[in-house]
């Protein structure tokens, strides 16, 4: 039972312009939240995080909102800029658990 | 600051033979981790240690072993390697609980024939 998901694999925007990445989440535990970057040939890169007593953190071009009533995140890049584009992976975690990654949303920014 | 260092970078084996993946981190963090990635499956666990000494099994932990040798260093071990295991894996460190942001090499990619 996966118990984060990332419904879309991929996703076009055009530079400049809002990207939005979503998760959905099942576990009712998990109360913190991540999201991750990941160029190929590298490592995932820790991008920003929210915890469940939160429902907004920001982070210069990015936002990272949270709905518990819906099990919701997601991640806001604006302005979008060719450099964004990545594979982004959503985590979360139960207190000092292990993470739980989603399986990831391609981005291309189109300049 | 080399952050979390994993060699080889590649490796191609044949099916039963055996390889130890290395991860070293230098940034003094108590937990430490090993994932696969394989195409649509995202990032899966397939052991950690929380701190020196102590090792457990994540989601996939079948056909591998591993070795917390001291609190830098986490290795993973394939006794009998199989094609199923072809994959690009990943080590990673955190500190002050597994939940916290973790630290991840740049991965391993093996190829197993």
């Known amino acids: 039972d996966q118990q984060v998901k990332q419904n879309s694999p991929s996703l076009s925007v055009q530079e400049g312009r809002i990207s939005i990445l979503n998760c959905d989440y099942t576990?009712?535990?998990?109360?913190?939240f991540l999201w991750y970057k990941k160029y190929p040939a590298e490592g995932p890169t820790f991008l920003i995080s929210i915890s469940s007593i939160k429902d907004k953190n920001e982070d210069g071009r990015f936002t990272v909102f949270l709905n518990k009533s819906a099990k919701h995140l997601s991640l806001h890049i604006v302005p979008s800029q060719p450099g964004d584009s990545a594979v982004y992976f959503c985590?979360?975690?139960?207190?000092?658990?292990?993470?739980?990654f989603g399986k990831g949303t391609r981005l291309s920014v189109i300049a | 600051n080399a952050g979390v260092t994993q060699t080889p970078k590649f490796q191609v084996l044949k099916t039963g033979q055996s390889m130890t993946l290395q991860c070293a981190q230098d940034?003094?963090?108590?937990?430490m981790y090993w994932y696969r990635q394989d195409p649509g499956m995202g990032l899966r666990l397939i052991y950690y240690s929380a701190s020196e000494g102590t090792t457990d099994k994540g989601e996939v932990p079948n056909g591998y072993n591993v070795s917390r040798l001291n609190k830098r260093e986490f290795s993973l071990r394939l006794e009998s390697a199989a094609p199923s295991q072809t994959s690009v894996y990943f080590c990673a460190s955190s500190d002050a609980g597994m939940d916290q942001p973790q630290h991840f090499g740049d991965g391993t990619r093996l190829s197993i024939l």
């Open positions: 940034m003094n963090h108590n937990s």
């Open positions: 985590a979360a975690s139960e207190r000092n658990t292990p993470l739980v």
């Open positions: 576990n009712s535990m998990f109360d913190y």
